[in-house]
């Protein structure tokens, strides 16, 4: 039983203990009184003392550790070998000297204290060195951070800035240390004010846990199982100048629409490594600096249509009715010949041939789809784009080739969506429900953006509904297996049928979708945010920059529409009509915030 005024240890601090019952009340200098059991103390001195008294300071560590070093002693011996006595004060002094911990040591489970061996205490002297050192390095770190300065080898504590910035850590002790607050905008303003970073830092890939490079896996060999021959048939794999994975191509064999599409599926086996990978990623990550593809590399080199001088391909036939509708579709696994050509190449010869007869048909399937509900939305387009570190912004050019292409594309999905409804299939559809009611909008690039304020989410799943948006009754993505999940998908279930195996079931379809929707939802916010980034890199540049939005949107700010630079934003304005022209200045950028501030001139 420990007696009262009994000097004790626990937690750390020594405190005088009174017995109450079955507990004891411990007083601890600075701290209030707690109660605990007798066996969470350590019993110093049995007193009984009035107060915790002060430790000794006289006693000599240095020459009793050298006369016990590698023995364990009782901590009654070990007063007698410091201090030639075993008091309160003694006793107290052994105990922090045991708790400091480089010449004695408190024996877990035992009440002895054990004399580290030479070898023990140089590696702790040598590590409390190089912490006090590390400690004092931080603190010059500070006091250079704090002045906006940095000198070589500063990056050993910039990384845990920048790593908070980058969203790749939640938490990071030094931003207290600097007077930053925990938010990832308020510490990447800080390092472009101290210049540690520059415009061309875009984080926000990062931030949205975006891989940063290409998957590094294996492909299977091919499966040409089946595949015929197309090469005699013309095919254009038609595309902007600056698409570099092509993955389909229109063809019209005089009778029928062809649709070829890239075929990794005859490669990348449902669950597989790269599969499994694919579905993680969703989809491939277009940067205005970057991409960053969903496949390996190597799908690209082996599938992308028109990079060799023949490619393999999943190509659907599709007949149609002569008021536009899908009569039949056949898809078969083919050999194709594809020549690229770009939306300006192929408007040079779009009237004659082969694409004359698709530019008729695509007219006519979009009076079709139009009449059924197909909402257009035309609101003009830029791109943004870095060259050689230098952000660029360009018009994207409105070309017929372009309209006969997104005609061709939704044809394609709609046919392979009703190949796999004939049969009964579970497939990977594609459906939005009708928007809004449109009657009362207002005219001019207003109402566009009206209009797609209105617009439903699309969804994706594995039953068969209306694409009231497109105005087709089955819908599913299937042109772009190399670069979106769902259309790999649909080609797996495809080749299934098409290899007579056991295709995958409706709820593996719906865990497979929602696998990709989570992380294709953070491939679009990390594109939209590094667009919108590159965009402020380059009115950053030009201070003052002058030009021309449209107000789109009422009220005051206004909604602006500044059609040059793609970008949507809020000026202070009053008593302006929707689709009036403006003048503009810009006032200011907030790269970090990811804001640009404009006034009307006019």
Known sequence: MIPNGALVFYKGKPALARNIGDRLELTIPGAPAVKVRPKDVELLHPGPLAKVPDPRPDGDFETAWEMSAGETLDLEALCELVFGRAGPEEALACRMEALDGLRFRAE??????????????????????????????????????????????????????????????????????????????????????????????????????????????????????????????????????????PDDAISFDGRDVWVHVADPASAILPGSPADREAADRAATLYLPESSVPMLPDSALDRFGLGLSGVSRALSVRISLEPEGSVREAEILPSFVKVARLSYGQADTVLGSGPLAELDRIAKVRNDARSAAGAVDIAIPEVRVWVDSGEPRIDPIPEYRSSAVVREMMVLAGEAAARWAFDR???????????????????????????????????????????????????????TSPLRRYSDLLAHHQVRAVLAGRKPMAEDEISALLGRAAAAAALIRQAERASQL?????????????????????????????????????????????????????????????????FEATG
Request: glycine share 10%; charged share 25%; hydrophobic share 40%.
């Open 424 to 478: 009964s299939l579970p497939f990977p559809y594609y459906s939005q429900e009708a928007p809004q009611d449109a009657a009362s909008l207002p005219s001019g690039l207003a109402g566009e953006f009206a209009k797609r304020r209105l617009m439903k989410a699309g969804m994706a799943g594995p039953q068969p509904r209306a694409h009231r948006g497109l105005g087709v009754p089955f819908y599913a993505q299937f």
């Open 108 to 245: 877990e489970g035992s009440p002895g204290f054990r004399a580290v061996s030479r070898e023990e205490r140089e590696k702790e002297t040598a590590r409390r060195a190089r912490k006090e050192s590390e400690s004092a390095d931080r603190e010059a770190f500070l006091v250079r951070a704090r002045a906006g300065r940095f000198e070589p080898g500063d990056e050993r504590f910039l990384g845990e800035v920048e790593a908070f910035a980058l969203g790749a850590s939640q938490r990071a002790r030094i931003l207290g240390d600097l007077g930053l607050p925990e938010k990832p905008e308020a510490v990447h303003a800080w390092l472009l004010k101290t210049a540690r970073w520059t415009d061309a830092v875009n984080p926000w890939p990062t931030r949205f846990g975006a891989a940063a490079k290409a998957p590094d896996l294996g492909l299977g060999p091919e499966d040409d199982k089946g595949r015929i021959d197309l090469t005699g048939m013309e095919a254009w794999a038609i595309d902007n100048a600056w698409s570099r994975d």
């Open 533 to 597: 980034h590159w965009t402020l890199a380059w009115l950053g540049r030009r201070p003052g920059w002058i030009g021309e939005g449209v107000v789109v949107g009422a009220g005051n700010p206004a909604t602006v529409y500044i059609p040059c630079l793609g970008l949507e934003t809020r000026v202070p304005l009053t008593g302006t009509e929707l689709n009036k022209v403006i003048s503009l200045r810009l006032t200011g950028v907030d790269l970090a915030r990811q804001e640009a501030r």
